[in-house]
């Protein structure tokens, strides 16, 4: 299949890219970092057919930019793997009333914009979309109050589109990670052991403590996932799923 992961060169993105051309998907990844991108498409290209494109999610031009292109490259287009650019930590009291704004094209339009640019040939190829979230969504999360209040529309995008594009035969479902194993977590871990004055290895178990399955998962566990979501059998749609090793105390 021909798929978009964006925000991909690193983390998440990559680790779902790798899972996906590892399967025999065609993929396009994207970033807004030309370094970052040269280094992921390197790598990447030992696992499969891939290409890369230079976007900015916060950009509507880029965005648009980056379907266009990425459906000539592919010729048509069957899944978009949406993730978004890591949000800026903070509480409410210290987050600066710009950064909202940037929060939202982050963390929101840039999820409307990936979708409407390519919906027309998602409807072609009866294909599917996959939006990355987080657990935060159900359960707010300390210092992180711009994704805890802005990634909840996602929720509502997801079940909305599930509804009206479900008779295309589009599925379209969301993923809430909890803590997986990335550069951007190394650091929040790392942050956290120089605060705390104590070493990222103690922190870093002290946080795999209180997750019911005691580790962090490996971002290319998120990709077998979306490549099982993304499957043209799979009868999926419309769901919001957890992926956090059993983290979330909710029961729905
Ligand atoms: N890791 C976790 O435990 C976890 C849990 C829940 C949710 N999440 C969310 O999942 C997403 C990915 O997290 P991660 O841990 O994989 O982060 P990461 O390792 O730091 O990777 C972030 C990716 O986003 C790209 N990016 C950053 N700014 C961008 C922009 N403006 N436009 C396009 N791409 C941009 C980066 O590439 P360039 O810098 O090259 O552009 C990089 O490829 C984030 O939204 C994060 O909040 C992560």
């Given at each position: 299949m021909r798929v978009i992961v964006t925000?991909?060169?690193?983390?998440i993105g990559y680790g779902i890219s790798k899972v996906l051309l590892e399967n025999g998907n065609e993929v396009v990844i994207s970033g807004h970092n030309g370094e970052n991108l040269a280094n992921a498409l390197n790598n990447l290209k030992n696992y499969g057919k891939v290409y890369g494109i230079i976007s900015d999610l916060r950009n509507i031009n880029d965005v648009r930019n980056l379907i266009d292109k990425s459906v000539n490259i592919l010729k048509g287009l069957d899944a978009v793997v949406y993730v978004a650019p890591p949000p800026k930590p903070g509480n409410f009291e210290s987050t600066p009333i710009e950064m909202w704004d940037d929060a939202v094209k982050s963390l929101l339009l840039s999820a409307v914009w990936v979708t409407k640019f390519s919906l027309p040939y998602i409807k072609e190829s009866k294909g599917s979309y996959v939006y990355l979230s987080s657990f935060a969504i159900k359960e707010p999360q300390e210092n992180l109050i711009l994704s805890n209040v802005v990634r909840i529309s996602l929720a509502g995008l997801t079940r909305s589109l599930s509804k009206e594009l479900g008779k295309y035969g589009i599925k379209v479902n969301m993923i809430m990670p909890g803590w997986i194993e990335t550069e951007r977590v190394e650091e929040v871990v790392n942050s956290r052991a120089k605060s705390e004055g104590k070493s990222s290895e103690d922190i870093k178990k002290e946080i795999e403590k209180g997750i019911p399955l005691k580790r962090m998962a490996k971002p290319e566990e998120i990709g077998e996932l979306v490549n099982f979501l993304i499957a043209?059998?799979?009868?999926?749609?419309?769901a919001s799923i957890p992926f956090d090793g059993g983290l979330l105390n909710s029961v729905f």
């Open positions: 925000a991909s060169t690193k983390g043209k059998n799979t009868y999926i749609s419309g």
